[in-house]
């Protein structure tokens, strides 16, 4: 019942865009900070992004400041990633995630986050 799912990801030229979409259940996601991690074959799970639960805060690894831009839309219990100017780089499995310890600011340390969804693949190729 308490649930987070991802998509939105698929196969992309460099340059282009996608944005993925983190859907939650089961908890309203004004209760919670959320974060966006990725995870590459043969490497350990990065914070990229991250938001409070009111949106007032985010926080961006430096690799993807200026390209990608996270949003949240409480009234449809859904976070956002918008990722512009995509990278070889950027390739991996993106996994959303939810604290309900970290929640008027919030972090992109994996190791506040309970809650976690699945993943979506992003792939970046020509």
């Known amino acids: 019942q308490l649930q987070l799912v991802e998509s939105g990801g698929g196969l992309v030229q460099p340059g282009g865009l996608l944005r993925l979409s983190c859907a939650a259940s089961?908890?309203?996601?004004?209760?919670?900070?959320i974060g966006w991690f990725r995870q590459a074959p043969g490497k350990e799970r990065e914070g990229v992004s991250c938001i409070s639960s009111s949106g007032g805060r985010t926080n961006y690894a430096d690799s993807v400041k200026g390209r990608f831009t996270i949003s949240r839309d409480n009234a449809n219990n859904t976070v956002y990633l918008q990722m512009n100017s995509l990278e070889a780089e950027d390739t991996a499995i993106y996994y959303c995630?939810?604290?309900?310890?970290?929640?008027?600011?919030?972090?992109?340390?994996?190791?506040?986050?309970?809650?976690w969804g699945q993943g979506t693949q992003v792939t970046v190729s020509s």
């Open positions: 995630a939810a604290s309900l310890r970290v929640r008027v600011g919030c972090t992109i340390g994996p190791g506040a986050y309970i809650y």
């Open positions: 089961g908890f309203t996601l004004d209760s919670v900070s």
